[in-house]
């Protein structure tokens, strides 16, 4: 168990530097284009191209940092009506139709992933394989779909007995 979580410590040390890495990087790559652009009068072709590839892993990696905090966008309005004991079966029953969906997610992230290194696809900029920007759905909805497992085993493990505020944040996967 202590491996487990020295794992997913590393894990969440590793996007969370990835991201604020990755963003700072960003911004750099942004304010010199601009600069470039405007003072210069000479724009870089590839710096778009990266920031664009950049963001991507950033939107699938972030998902990830937001089922690890349960911070997606949800409507509780019914399920904030229920009592407990309803209360948390929906949960465990939203969060695992969730994890099927990333499980389909995974399953055509690697089709298509394929499809695009069979067809040794490189990017117009960069002329990067595409792959590198591709992989990023399977990599990323892996990660969701591990921190949502490890969400709704916990909430079955501890099902009556979560705290009322913690049943729509449970904590089983920090």
Not at 35 to 44: A, K, V
Not at 59 to 85: C, M, P, T, Y
Not at 126 to 145: D, E, F, M, N, R
Request: proline content about 2%.
């Amino acid at each position: 168990m202590k491996k487990a979580k020295f794992l997913v410590t590393i894990w969440n040390k590793m996007e969370e530097y990835f991201l604020v890495y990755s963003l700072i990087l960003m911004v750099i790559l942004v304010f010199i284009q601009v600069i470039m652009r405007y003072i210069f009068n000479n724009s870089l072709s590839w710096s778009e191209e990266l920031v664009r590839y950049i963001f991507i892993w950033q939107i699938w990696l972030g998902a990830s940092v937001g089922a690890k905090n349960n911070d997606h966008i949800r409507i509780e309005i019914f399920s904030n009506k229920l009592k407990q004991k309803p209360r948390e079966a929906l949960e465990i029953l939203i969060n695992g139709m969730i994890f099927v969906f990333y499980i389909f997610l995974i399953w055509q992230g690697i089709m298509y992933l394929k499809t695009v290194i069979s067809t040794s696809m490189t990017s117009t900029g960069l002329q990067i394989p595409l792959w590198i920007v591709y992989i990023s759905l399977p990599v990323g909805s892996a990660a969701v779909a591990v921190r949502l497992a490890c969400r709704v085993v916990y909430e079955i493990m501890h099902f009556g007995h979560l705290p009322v505020q913690e049943t729509s944040q449970a904590k089983g996967v920090e």
